[in-house]
């Protein structure tokens, strides 16, 4: 029937009827005819807090834009919840007793009109460094635990996978075991010859090998160790020359001498007697009729008992 509603009205009557006021068989809302507006636009219109005091008047197109920042308007205190105008409500608040605050040291928050006194903050600002230190406690427990077990997965690493590209030293055999077992395993007074390992190789073919020194007849812990190919038990140094694996250099002369060293600098027909890098060297005397010669810095060895000699290979 295109006749005009405020929108409040009209909400109000669809809210209980189907049809228009006018009786339409159907309300259907449509647009405002643009007369409507145009004659709605030159209105003045005087501010809905007028009750409060605002004698603001606007037009038409501009008066909730000024309804919604009216200073007029009442808002409600944060602190005793009472409805102060807005204009006033900093002011009000700024006295008001229930309003709480948080005081700037302790960040302890309480009502405006309570006292709090220099000792109490300080109070409240020493629980709270002990709480953050009992946190700070428990966070380093935390990461001492866990530090703990990173080292026990490394530990584990280490024993699946050696470290391949240098000489190794106080390494557990425990660590090994899982992955390593024992094929040689003799004093260094033992008479070690070249026979003995080129039959070893047998055992290990197209694996790795570990050749190490042991202090101790009851230790289990390899005082020096480097790894390398099942091919060194086959070497001929004085044809092939010295291998490099990696940072080991190995050498086999038969009937002479077996072992690594961290340089190339060594003689395979005597003792490797170097003392450059001397903690990292290992030398076995080969079908000489006698044993030795050195374990790291211990040299000689002809007759000791206490050294042991150890070839151990990859399960």
């Not at 259907?28 to 409507?36: F, G, N, S, T």
């Not at 660590?175 to 040689?184: Q, R, V």
């Not at 003392?275 to 080969?286: A, F, N, P, Q, V």
Request: hydrophobic share 35%; proline share 4%; glycine share 4%.
């Amino acid at each position: 029937c295109d006749n005009v509603f405020c929108t409040s009205c009209i909400q109000q009557w669809t809210n209980n009827n189907s049809s228009c006021p006018f009786r339409c068989p159907q309300f259907e809302e449509k647009r405002c005819p643009p007369m409507i507006n145009a004659l709605l636009s030159k209105l003045n219109i005087k501010c809905k807090f007028i009750g409060n005091g605002c004698t603001d008047v606007h037009l038409y197109d501009s008066i909730e834009k000024h309804e919604k920042n009216c200073q007029y308007q009442q808002l409600k205190c944060q602190g005793c919840s009472d409805l102060v105008l807005k204009k006033d409500l900093t002011k009000h608040e700024l006295v008001c007793a229930e309003v709480k605050v948080e005081c700037i040291k302790c960040k302890y928050i309480y009502k405006q009109h309570d006292k709090h006194e220099l000792v109490e903050c300080l109070s409240i600002r020493l629980d709270i460094a002990e709480r953050n230190a009992q946190s700070s406690r428990g966070k380093i427990e935390k990461l001492e635990k866990m530090v703990e077990n990173l080292e026990t997965i490394l530990h584990e690493h280490i024993s699946i996978c050696p470290p391949l590209n240098q000489i190794l030293q106080n390494i557990p055999l425990s660590s090994l075991e899982k992955n390593w077992y024992i094929i040689y395993d003799h004093p260094y007074s033992w008479i070690t010859t070249t026979e003995e390992l080129r039959q070893l190789y047998i055992k290990c073919i197209d694996k790795r090998i570990l050749v190490g020194a042991i202090n101790g007849s009851s230790s289990t812990v390899l005082a020096l160790a480097a790894i390398g190919p099942s091919s060194i038990l086959q070497l001929e140094t004085h044809v092939n020359g010295s291998m490099h694996y990696s940072d080991v250099y190995w050498y086999l002369a038969s009937n002479k001498a077996f072992g690594f060293s961290p340089s190339p600098i060594v003689n395979p027909y005597n003792a490797d007697t170097a003392s450059t890098d001397g903690d990292k060297r290992l030398c076995w005397y080969l079908s000489r009729g006698v044993g030795g010669y050195r374990a790291g810095t211990a040299i000689d060895l002809l007759n000791d008992n206490n050294w042991r000699k150890v070839i151990m290979t990859e399960k």
